[in-house]
């Protein structure tokens, strides 16, 4: 009697969460992110997220786990199988920003297992361009990255990028 009583409440609250439009079932999950690791030389990139989702369909394609779950990338989980749910799907919460900064290496420093862990640049190339590429997504820099006049300051590009004559009159006194 219980067990049927129980598989029905259960059955009712599948059917509920089905039926209940797809934006309340994920009110934490931001339509758009903006990624700003990088604002010192490019743009904040503008990340549709609500549009990855309904590309992808399944989180951990791009996400190692998700929150409230466990971690379930074969890597972290040889020592973090009973760690836990995860609190956090933000990259930034295991990959720095400046993996070799005296901050960044002290945490590393702490447990010999993570560094083998990525810097957050890193990870996100790692997985954006694996999808582009599969998936026929933009893959040049600038398709995402918007580079800034800092940037364009320190790759010599844009403005900042050396005159031709100049150069060839440099060479033609020698």
Sequence with gaps: ????RNWLIGGLFMLALIASPAGSRAKTTP?????DALVNLYDKVH???AKHIMLVKDCAECH??????????????????????TASVACRSCHF???F??????????????????????????????CHAKMGGPA????????SKQGDAFYSAG???PKQGRVEEKHRSH
Excluded: W
Aim: net charge positive; aromatic share 6%; hydrophobic share 30%.
């Design 64 to 85: 190692h786990h998700t929150a409230g779950t466990l971690t379930q990338n074969p890597n972290c989980v040889k020592c973090h199988k009973n760690s836990g749910a």
């Design 31 to 35: 339509d758009t992110l903006e990624l």
């Design 159 to 161: 403005a900042y990028a």
């Design 101 to 130: 900064s005296a901050a960044a290496l002290r945490q590393k420093d702490k447990t010999a297992y993570h560094n083998d862990i990525m810097g957050l640049k890193g990870a996100y190339h790692q997985s954006c361009t694996k």
């Design 47 to 49: 990340f549709n997220h």
């Design 140 to 147: 040049g820099c600038q398709d995402c990255h918007t580079r």
């Design 97 to 99: 920003i400046q993996p």
């Design 1 to 4: 009697m219980y067990a049927v």
